[in-house]
C-alpha cells in the first residue's frame, strides 16, 4: 500500500511568515510530485509540481524535494490571509502502466492570521 | 478553468438505493478520475478510465462501478448506498499519463448524503 504522510495540522503562521509543509512517501519509485491547494467547499487547484531533485521557485512558492529521504516540502514565503487553505501532497505511481494514477496524502490545513 | 462538469451538484438519497454521478468534460483528455475526499483521508481513487470503454479499479473500488461510453463522460454508480459512502466525490481528467507532465484538473464535486 503506498503512502503519503503530511505533516499534521493545523498549521498557523501569521502575515508575512514563511509557512513550511512537508510530504514524506513510502514508494521510492514515485516520480513526479505535486501540491495541490483546496479552498474550504472548492475543489483542488494544482499550484506546483516537481520531479528533479533539488528546488523549484515559483513566485512565493518552492517546492524541494529529495528522492533520497523520500520528502517533498512546499515553503510559501510572505504568507497571506488568502494563503489560507487545506494543501494536498500527490505523489504519482511509478511504472508505465500506472495512467497518471495520484496518491494523495490526508492535507495539511494552513491558517495566516492577520 | 477546465472544462469539466458534475452532476447532481448535491444530492440526498436513502440507504439502498442505487445512486449515479455524471462526470463531463469538454476538453477531449483521455483520462478520467473518480475521487471520494472524507475527513482525514484526502483523496482517495475510486476508479479511473484510461480510454472509452477502458477503466481500471482505485484504492477504495468496494459498492462503486463506472462506465465511460464517451470521451466526455465518466459515470460513477453506487450499486447500492451505504451511509459509510457520505462523501464529497470529485471528478479528474488528464491528458497524459507520463509521470512528468500528469496535472490532473479537477471538477467542483458532488456532495452525497446517504441516510
Known amino acids: 500500500q503506498k503512502e503519503v504522510e503530511q505533516n499534521s495540522g493545523p498549521l498557523s503562521v501569521p502575515e508575512g511568515a514563511i509557512a513550511s509543509l512537508n510530504c514524506t512517501y513510502s514508494?521510492?519509485?514515485?516520480?513526479?510530485f505535486f501540491w495541490y491547494r483546496q479552498y474550504s467547499g472548492k475543489s483542488p487547484e494544482l499550484i506546483m509540481f516537481?520531479?528533479?531533485?533539488g528546488d523549484k521557485e515559483d513566485g512565493r512558492f518552492t517546492a524541494q524535494l529529495n528522492k533520497a529521504s523520500q520528502y517533498v516540502s512546499l515553503l510559501i514565503r510572505d504568507s497571506q490571509p488568502s494563503d489560507s487553505a487545506t494543501y494536498l501532497c500527490?505523489?504519482?505511481?511509478?511504472?508505465?502502466?500506472?495512467?497518471?494514477?495520484?496518491?494523495f496524502g490526508q492535507g495539511t490545513i494552513l491558517t495566516v492570521h492577520p | 478553468d477546465a472544462g469539466i462538469t458534475q452532476s447532481p451538484r448535491h444530492k440526498v438519497t436513502e440507504t439502498g438505493t442505487p445512486v449515479t454521478l455524471r462526470c463531463h468534460q469538454t476538453?477531449?483528455?483521455?483520462?478520467m478520475y473518480w475521487y471520494r475526499q472524507d475527513p482525514g483521508h484526502g483523496l482517495r481513487l475510486i476508479h479511473y478510465?484510461?480510454?472509452?470503454?477502458?477503466?481500471d479499479k482505485g484504492e477504495v473500488s468496494d459498492g462503486y462501478s463506472v462506465s465511460r461510453s464517451k470521451t466526455e463522460d465518466f459515470l460513477l454508480t453506487l450499486e447500492s448506498a451505504t451511509s459509510s459512502q457520505t462523501s464529497v466525490y470529485f471528478c479528474?481528467?488528464?491528458?497524459?499519463?507520463?509521470?512528468?507532465?500528469?496535472?490532473?484538473?479537477f471538477g467542483p464535486g458532488t456532495r452525497l448524503t446517504v441516510l
Open positions: 479528474a481528467i488528464s491528458e497524459s499519463r507520463l509521470a512528468r507532465t500528469n496535472e490532473q484538473f
Open positions: 476538453e477531449n483528455h483521455r483520462y
Open positions: 478510465s484510461y480510454g472509452v470503454k477502458d477503466t
Open positions: 500527490a505523489v504519482t505511481d511509478a511504472g508505465g502502466t500506472s495512467y497518471g494514477k495520484l496518491t
Open positions: 514508494d521510492r519509485g514515485s516520480q513526479s
Open positions: 516537481i520531479y528533479s531533485n
